[in-house]
């Protein structure tokens, strides 16, 4: 599983996900299918098309209306592994296993490529800037990339770690955060177009890092295969607060907007909800059987999901961490994106199944 989603055990996965259909709604896939797992989701501004990618090399455009293909994007020639919207939705950037930063033009009739450029091994995560126009890259080959296609020049390549790079956020004030299975997490100032500096590497986790996010406040929280949750203050460069261990370790983390709460999903299929001052532990929510792969607040904030390698989704209302709707895929789910309204959810699973959601309450 580490650091990224291989399902070598197909059987395996098989088995967890019939063995826990009868638990929830199940979900009907869309009538076209990628040839291999969906590995990212993304909604463009405006909700109304949906970009997939997938280890079969394909991007797919989809009408959220229509629920249909508009479009397939072909370019790589290895796993997609991750997607990027830029430019006002005009624009889109992957990434994939073979290293490659493609930029497509999603106004062109066949959806014209460029190469922007390309790391020496498998990029793991793409995170857009919030509200900017720059995305960064984390790669196997222990480096991470400042893309800006609106310009000609090549990327701010960010070097410091010594194992793989698996995970990747900005901060409100164009840091970039990274963490890696050398166990350290690094602050990048990327403030500037040509140059960029290190300004931290926080030591305190004994295993690599899954995940990483930052906080207001000029915090930052990660999580990784120590099972451990660590709150950082990125101002004083130290550790705040470790929070757990749980029990397994930490595939994902979603932080609240207000940086107050945070979720967890760990790999025995637990669900955590902690209150980042304090360190205690708010809520335990169950209804997965296997690893969550992913946790997501919904626009507001008062909802959320996660999804499980089990085949599971669960909506929550995260003040009473009461289930609202339970959903059940074919197949372990590996991607999801949810539109502005937050009336619409997209799922994605290792058979390449993309799943469409409609939600009635906000």
């Known amino acids: ?34 040839g291999n797992c969906v590995s990212a989701l993304v909604f463009l501004p405006g909700g109304d098309q949906v970009l997939s990618g997938s280890w079969d090399g394909f991007l797919w455009l989809w009408d959220a209306e229509a629920q249909q293909i508009v479009k397939t994007l ?19 950037v992957s990434a994939s296993q073979d290293g490659l930063i493609l930029l497509w033009d999603l106004e062109h009739e066949h959806a014209a490529w460029r190469k922007l450029g390309s ?53 409100d004030n164009e840091l970039v955060l990274s963490g890696s299975s050398d166990c350290t ?11 960029s500096q290190e300004v931290l590497c926080l030591r305190g986790h004994e295993q690599g890092i899954h995940a990483v996010a930052a906080l207001p406040g000029e915090r930052a929280v990660s999580g990784g295969d120590d099972g451990r949750v660590i709150v950082w203050d990125l101002k004083a460069g130290k ?3 470790t929070l757990g261990p749980e029990g397994g370790e930490v595939m994902c983390l979603a932080a609240a907007a207000n940086g107050q709460h ?11 909800v902690w209150d980042v001052v304090s360190g205690q532990k708010l809520k335990t929510l169950e209804g997965h059987g296997a690893a969550v792969l992913g946790a997501h607040y919904f626009p507001g904030g008062r909802r959320l999901l996660t999804y499980a390698e089990d085949g599971s989704a669960r909506i929550w209302d995260v003040d009473s961490g009461r289930c609202l ?23 994605g699973d290792h058979l390449g199944n993309v799943y469409w959601v409609e939600l009635t309450h906000n």
């Not at 480096?143 to 900005?170: F, I």
């Not at 945070?262 to 955590?272: D, E, P, R």
């Not at 197949?331 to 799922?347: E, K």
Request: charged share 15%.
């Open 1 to 34: 599983m580490y650091p990224a989603l291989t399902f070598h055990n197909p059987s395996w996965l098989h088995f967890l996900v019939n063995r826990f259909r009868a638990v929830g709604e199940e979900v009907s896939p869309a009538a076209d299918r990628h």
């Open 74 to 92: 072909a370019g790589h020639t290895s796993w997609v592994r991750g997607l990027g919207i830029c430019a006002g939705g005009r624009q889109a």
């Open 119 to 171: 790391h020496q091994d498998a990029v793991y995560k793409l995170v857009t800037e919030p509200g900017g126009c720059r995305l960064v890259s984390a790669s196997r080959d222990g480096t991470l990339m400042v893309w800006e296609p609106a310009l000609s020049s090549g990327p701010l390549v960010l070097m410091g770690h010594t194992g793989w790079v698996t995970c990747a956020d900005w901060t």
């Open 185 to 195: 997490v690094r602050v990048w100032d990327v403030s500037g177009q040509a140059h």
């Open 239 to 241: 550790m705040l607060q």
């Open 262 to 272: 945070l979720i967890t999903g760990s790999s025995k299929g637990g669900v955590a």
């Open 325 to 347: 709707r339970r959903l059940q895929a074919r197949g372990a789910l590996t991607a999801c994106a949810i539109n502005p309204d937050g009336n619409l959810l997209v799922l």
